[in-house]
């Protein structure tokens, strides 16, 4: 088996702590979830991504540490998009229309973070609005319309129903 990832670490420090009983699905051929969780005999699939530096990262800690700042640009929920395409093929096999499955995300990188919005974008979509503005140059006043989430979305209805929560 091989070396355990920080997540893993610490997601079964999480259930020791917890008396959560867990236990850790051994690799196969193919791949597989990493963790069979039981909430009172209920079994839920565990896939647990972590997200590393990438090259951008180690730029910009460097520019942090040079000049004391830096400006982040990101996608928002692009990498937890990458991640859910990864896991919801390893939880569909496992789980098989039977039991929960959850994606555990844990954010290693030392600037930048993961964080609800970005879960929210990447599950639902971006948000999108009209903006109406009246005909009178006068009137200064804006209405949003019908705010809705629009695209990038990973979870519809009818699509992606393997994973039943993100954490």
Known sequence: MSEKTVSEFLFEQFCNENSIPYSRIETQDYKTPDYDVYFGGQLVAIEIKQIDSNEDDIKHLKQLRLRGRVGIREIPGRRVRIKIDSA????????????????????????????????????????????????????????????????????????????????
């Open 88 to 167: 919801k093929k390893q939880l569909k096999l496992r789980t098989q229309g039977k039991y929960p499955a959850v994606l555990v995300l844990y954010n290693n990188v030392p600037i930048g973070s993961i964080d609800s919005n970005d879960i929210k974008t990447a599950m639902y979509g971006f948000e999108s609005g009209s903006i109406l503005i009246p005909d009178d140059p006068e009137d200064t006043s804006i209405y949003i319309e019908s705010i809705s989430l629009g695209s990038g979305r990973k979870f519809t209805p009818n699509h992606n129903t393997t994973i039943s929560a993100i954490a």
